[in-house]
């Protein structure tokens, strides 16, 4: 009798393995799909901790809607206690993107800026500060919880990254006074040539606005448009927020520097213009702005804008557009870009050779082809069929991000209009 027991016993467990195995294998396939929604059920059949990693895979267009169904499925400290653990599970790994998301899903956006404070350089001072920025509502005083920041990256000995926090809130004594105590420290370990770096950086009130246009540059130079407009909004808030004896004191400085930050931001401005404008179709117009950006960029114009720039051109100067593309083919870092830029590149010198008849020409559709950028949560919208657009602006977003956003604000995150949205027909939810 009990050897009956124990094989029903064996039995059962190898059946509930089986099953779970299915269930498992189900939910990659539906996630390869992008079904995410579905691929989380299978998943949360078998394990919290599965169906809580998937929420972290989950592109941000989708991840907002994914959320809610696993928040239907467990209870809020369940769901706060496995994104806790996944947090620490990635920071062990050292993942700190993958963890500071899990820190933000587990409601802890404080310990998420912290995870950028703790690993990396300068650059992840604009992610933490955006981390704090989009959870203001659980954060709610924003420059005290960039001072606490600055008060942790003191305590780790990151005394620069402390003073550049600082700076952003426009605390530049404290700035100094966290350096000069850096300085006395470094001198007592006998750590002269550090000790005098710190010195110098508070005898230079501009280094870290130099600091980040550098990175703007970079940016821009890389095609990370994005990342360029953070870096130089920190730099645009560490100008607004510098007192006024200490831009008098270093003012040939500070209107080298202020002419900068307009030069950049003026061709911002032409980027997003000649990107509403062609989405709009009034080609001409995206035209001569995207030529007055090609000529103000001149050999340092990014990837991203001399594509952009060949699109608009396509209609109008295949030939121009042409050259445009191999030229976007040569400075791209991924081969299957430079691939794909060659290839339309080729279609267009066979049509201008006239070797195909005009109605056989491709026809580009520009949201697949030019990245987009939630005005939500400023992240790239991988999913064309996720987007949606302000009825007044033309700003894209994902369409679960402006739905939550309207939901509380009532208007649009760019112009500030009043609108409403429909939901995409070929939303793939």
Known sequence: MIIIVLIVIIIIIITTRKGSAKHVQRAYELEQQGKYIDALDYFARDSLEQAANLVLRTPEASQVLVLRRLEKKYSPKQIEKI????????????????????????????????????????????????IVDRNISLIHNRDQAIRNLARHAYNIQKYVKAAELLRTIGADEEANAVLIAAATEMKKQGRIDEAEHFLTTIRRPTIAIEHYLQEVKNNLKQGNIEKMRRALSVAKDIVEKLPSEEKDSIKDDFN????????????????????????????????ALYDE???????????????????????????????????????????????????RAKKLEIITEGHFPQAERTVVDFDTEVEEFCSVCRMRISEPSNLVRCPDCGSPAH????????????????CKKRIKIQRPKNVTF
């Open 83 to 130: 994104f806790l653990q996944l947090a620490r599970t990635n920071m062990e790994s050292n993942d700190p993107h993958a963890a500071a998301s899990a820190f933000v899903l587990a409601r802890k956006p404080f310990a998420a800026a912290k995870v950028y404070i703790d690993s990396g350089t300068l650059e992840d001072i604009p992610a933490a500060i955006q």
């Open 399 to 414: 369409y679960s991000h402006l739905a939550e956003w309207l939901k509380i604000r009532g208007h649009c995150p760019i």
């Open 256 to 287: 080298s520097l202020i002419n900068t930050i307009t030069e950049y931001d003026r061709l911002l401005k032409i980027l997003d213009s000649a990107r509403d404008i062609l989405r709009k179709k009034n080609t001409n117009q995206a035209i």
């Open 293 to 343: 950006l090609l000529e103000s960029l001149g050999e340092e114009a990014p990837t991203p804008i001399l594509a952009e720039a060949a699109l608009a051109n396509e209609e109008k100067d295949p030939q121009y557009a042409s050259k445009l593309f191999h030229r976007a083919a040569l400075q791209a870092q991924s081969p299957r870009a430079a691939e794909s830029f060659k290839l």
